[in-house]
């Protein structure tokens, strides 16, 4: 029975090609939507992790403020260098101590500029982030106290100011001073969504205090905890020290935060998450969308096979055999639709990853999900068109034009 | 049968039983009865002819012996199965296997071929595919359309499409053949055609038949003739060899 009703119902959807899959392009679009965001997320986010590891699990940022949400901050005092010397002196955990202060400039050299990160570091940056320098060299002591007109480009500036040409010991131009290209960084790659870590320039501290910044601020304190010390230990450590040097008491919130890989993961997938929220809510949509369409479609076909309906009501079908025929109908017809939404899916993803260069993870859970959810859709949409059938009387079915 | 009616012994029970039958439409003022206390009793092996003018209650009473429809009022026995009681899928059950349908309008499926048509019910009865293209096949082939199986109603004349029809009531080898007005939408030789065929499924298989017709010409075939007025039984004549 239920083979021939399976039948049936492909039978009645080849009559109907083109309207079948106009009906289903909600459940297509809602389901290849729901996959690209889980396939495209869990690649942003295996890729983050990698980025992640790569900065080693011992990596503590310190920033003012407390994080209101992606991108906002609420508004604190800065760090200074005293706040600094004390995490190095006070926290026996800490290995290295990196201040750092960025601001965002024009670097130029010859025609070609360049919008960076430029960012005020001493020697200890290299240390904590665990990053080498391709060629030439990190800064001289003399050069981070006298705060001389040197830096360490990122590979990303190196390609784009000079292109095929040596940038060691070249002038370049960033905002409004001249410094010497002592080093280039070696390479980190893309980030996720477009950051890329190596679009940046590395000045002496001092350098960019007194020329970019104009006053000792710092905006970022990087610390990498010893081997074998608790990274957990060291954070309320700091957080403790902290909230004593900018006199916070008792109930007071903190001004500042102290993020440890799990925090700096969030921070660096918020971008990802607001994206698959997003696109969650069109999926969402497009599937309730699509059930209607298909509920729609259905109950079209009840009142065009009214005759039909009769027929085999005369001849003695069950209700609940004309029900099963019906829902059978409207659940292979959004099945059809999970199917083509799945392929589609799957191009787009590659395309997608391949775009944003974030690995293409593949995930057969999610598409098994995602196939069974457009079947769900069939059932529940199915349900009151089947119904309706079912319960036709068959004298004044089988009088129906 | 009929020589055993000649000496009267002990009647056998009939196939279908209508006591004081009525069915009233609607309610209040606007209430109409279409059936207002009809009794009849069908044995086994008739060819029966309802005729009537239209509105006299003969479809109705079709659609109760048909248990398509229920009284209002009265007792249906149906094999000594009180219809009455039984429920909407019951009922179903009953027309699944004991009822064949032909209709005016030969309410074939489209673009279904004959010989899918034909295999409907027996689908319905869980009947494998082997099986069911052999008896459908033979159906066909008593009404005389073999060659035409995969032919869809849409390739066939209105007489070929109630013959298909017909292989469709007779293939479950019902005990009683219900037919609305089955040459109402054909020709004369067509109809001649569908009256002699009915007519030998009755002579040679003894399948019980009930026609509506309003046309005397096709009540001429039955071997009795129930007339309908008013709601009523008005005249019940046998005819022909019982005569």
């Known amino acids: 029975m239920l083979t021939n009703t399976l039948r049936l119902a492909l039978r009645e959807i080849r009559r109907n090609v083109l309207r079948s899959f106009l009906t289903i392009l909600g459940i297509v679009i809602g389901v290849a939507a729901v996959i690209v965001m889980v396939t495209v997320g869990a690649g942003a986010t ?295 939404g799945i392929l589609l899916a799957l191009s787009a993803s590659l395309g997608l990853s391949r775009l944003l260069q974030i690995p293409f993870v593949f995930n057969p859970g999610i598409m098994a999900v995602a196939f069974l959810f457009s079947a769900a859709v069939g059932i529940v949409f199915g349900f009151f068109p089947a119904r309706k059938a079912a319960r036709l009387d068959p004298i004044d079915a089988l009088r129906h034009e | 049968m009929n020589a055993a009616a000649a000496v009267s012994p002990p009647a056998p029970p009939p196939l279908v039983a209508l006591a004081a039958i009525t069915k009233i439409y609607g309610t209040g003022t606007a209430a109409m009865r279409a059936l207002r206390g009809i009794d009849l009793a069908i044995g086994r092996g008739e060819f029966v002819a309802v005729m009537g003018p239209s509105g006299s209650g003969k479809s109705t009473c079709m659609n109760i012996l048909g248990c398509l429809d229920t009284p209002t009022a009265g007792g249906y026995r149906f094999l000594g199965v009180d219809v009455g009681s039984l429920d909407r899928n019951r009922r179903a059950l009953l027309r699944r296997h004991y009822l064949g349908f032909v209709f005016q309008g030969f309410n074939l499926l489209n673009r279904t071929s004959a010989l899918e048509n034909v295999e409907l019910p027996l689908i319905y009865r869980g009947m494998g595919r082997a099986e069911r293209h052999r008896r459908a096949a033979a159906a066909l082939a008593a009404v005389g359309l073999t060659g035409w199986e995969h032919h869809t109603p849409g390739e066939l004349s209105g007489g070929q499409q109630q013959r298909v029809a017909i292989a469709r009531a007779i293939v479950t080898e019902p005990a009683l053949l219900l037919a609305d007005e089955p040459t109402g939408n054909l020709d004369t030789a067509r109809s001649i055609e569908i009256m002699e065929l009915l007519t030998t499924f009755n002579r040679d298989r003894g399948l019980t038949i009930i026609m509506v017709t309003h046309e005397a010409d096709m009540a001429r075939y039955a071997r009795r003739v129930v007339h309908f007025r008013d709601g009523l039984v008005d005249a019940d004549e046998r005819q022909g060899e019982t005569d």
């Open chain 1, 46 to 340: 295996a890729q983050v992790t990698e980025q992640i590891a790569s900065l080693g699990s011992n990596l503590l940022m310190i920033r003012t403020g407390q994080r209101m949400g992606p991108g906002q901050t609420t508004a604190a005092p800065p760090f200074d260098m005293d706040d600094v010397e004390a995490l190095g002196r006070d926290i026996p955990a800490v290995a290295a101590v990196a201040p750092s202060a960025s601001q965002r400039l024009v670097a130029v050299y010859g025609n070609a500029n360049w919008a960076t990160m430029v960012t005020g570091v001493d020697n200890q940056f290299f240390i904590v982030r665990n990053w080498a320098v391709a060629s030439g060299r990190r800064f001289l002591e003399t050069e981070l106290r006298a705060g001389k007109a040197v830096c360490v480009v990122g590979a990303t500036i190196a390609r784009e100011l000079f292109g095929p040409q040596e940038p060691l010991d070249q002038l370049i131009r960033v905002g409004t001073f001249t410094c010497t290209v002592i080093g280039v960084l070696e390479a980190k790659g893309q980030s996720t969504f477009g950051s890329d870590q190596d679009d940046l320039v590395l000045v002496p501290l001092r350098t960019f205090q007194r020329r970019v910044a104009g006053n000792r601020d710092i905006g970022l304190i990087q610390v990498s905890v010893a081997e074998g010390r608790s990274t957990d230990k060291a954070k309320s450590d700091i957080e403790y020290l902290l909230r004593e040097r900018r006199r916070i008491t008792g109930s007071e919130s903190d001004n500042f935060q102290v993020m440890d890989m799990k925090e700096i993961t969030k921070m660096l997938t918020g971008t990802t998450r607001i994206l698959t929220t997003l696109l969650g809510a069109v999926a969402a949509v497009s599937l309730l969308v699509g059930g209607i369409g298909i509920m729609n479609i259905m109950l079209v076909s009840v009142t065009e096979r009214t005759r039909e309906i009769g027929i085999r009501l005369a001849i003695g079908a069950l209700e609940r055999e004309v029900l099963l025929q019906f829902l059978v109908e409207a659940v292979v017809l959004s099945s059809f639709g999970g199917v083509i």
